[in-house]
């Protein structure tokens, strides 16, 4: 199914919200992990990278380029529960950060 103007303008703002909710937690980073590191084949680059930083260097990062490019978004989407599981345990509650790509994977996912 293709995804009309507002679904994907929809998904933009939300990797904004993800962004900011990275921001705001102080998880956004300025330098990129070396190349190696993003050339994981495990699943959110366990292996290699933190979650956060799969997050914003992966995610986001392949989710901007589709968009600009006008390619096709993923058709579903499950972030929502690795973020769950990364904030188990921790200071930082990570609430706002799960509800933004709670949206996101409803965004992606949604079919209607």
């Known amino acids: 199914m293709t995804r009309s103007f507002n679904q994907v303008g929809d998904v933009a703002d939300q990797l904004l919200q993800i962004e900011l909710e990275l921001r705001q937690l ?18 959110f680059c366990i292996d290699t990278l933190v979650f956060t930083q799969w997050l914003q260097f992966v995610f986001v990062a392949r989710m901007k380029v589709l968009i600009e490019s006008d390619h096709p978004l993923p058709a579903v989407s499950g972030v ?11 200071p930082e509650s990570g609430a706002g950060l799960i509800r933004a790509l709670e949206e996101m994977d409803r965004l992606l996912s949604d079919r209607s």
């Open 26 to 43: 102080g998880l956004w980073e300025s330098e990129p992990p070396p190349p190696e590191a993003l050339q994981s084949t495990q699943p």
């Open 80 to 90: 929502a529960p690795m973020a769950e599981e990364h904030f188990r345990g921790r």
